[in-house]
């Protein structure tokens, strides 16, 4: 019998949380600050906020439509309202500006350095399963809303 979820391996959030550790462990040994500007903190802390309220914004979404958000399971709804109207995955990219965000609040280097291969792993190997699922699971609904609607920003 075929899955009927996207089969993600890894839970993005989790990739995250351990690739902000890794640069946090790495920075302690080899530091890469970032240049000691007030600035940069001020939009570290405000990509923070704005990526917690996307976040809150999307899970809310996610109730509305009665789907889990739990990549590993079945969704019942396709969801194109709230923040799935601006991107196809706000709370991914809700990750990225909270993993920005946290680098540029503690102007850790290796926070920045170690989110290119995060973002590409989750583009790969989270993003392309959870569409090839939402195409099979949705069909024509589902490639009208990718025409629509960017898959970032």
């Known amino acids: 019998m075929p899955k009927d979820h996207a089969d993600v391996i890894v839970p993005p959030p989790v990739i995250h949380i351990l690739s902000i550790a890794l640069g946090g462990v790495i920075g ?4 890469m600050p970032l240049p000691d500007w ?5 939009v570290g802390a405000m ?5 917690i309220a996307i976040t809150l914004w999307g899970v809310h979404e996610f109730h509305v439509f009665r789907n889990p958000i739990a990549p590993i399971q079945s969704v019942n709804r396709l ?5 799935y109207r ?3 995955n706000p709370l991914y990219l809700a990750l990225i500006l909270l993993q920005l965000g946290l680098a540029l609040f503690f102007l850790n280097g290796w926070m920045v350095v170690v989110l290119l291969p995060v973002v590409l792993f989750v583009h790969h ?3 392309a399963r959870e569409e090839a699922y939402l195409v099979q699971r949705f069909g024509s609904d589902y490639q009208a809303y990718q025409e629509r609607v960017r898959r970032w920003i």
Do not use: D, E, H, K
Request: hydrophobic residues 50%; charged residues 5%; proline residues 8%.
């Open 47 to 51: 990509l923070s906020v704005t990526a």
């Open 125 to 127: 190997y989270v993003v």
């Open 86 to 88: 601006f991107t196809r």
């Open 38 to 42: 007030i600035i940069l903190q001020w």
């Open 28 to 31: 302690n040994y080899i530091p």
């Open 79 to 83: 969801m194109v309202s709230g923040p």
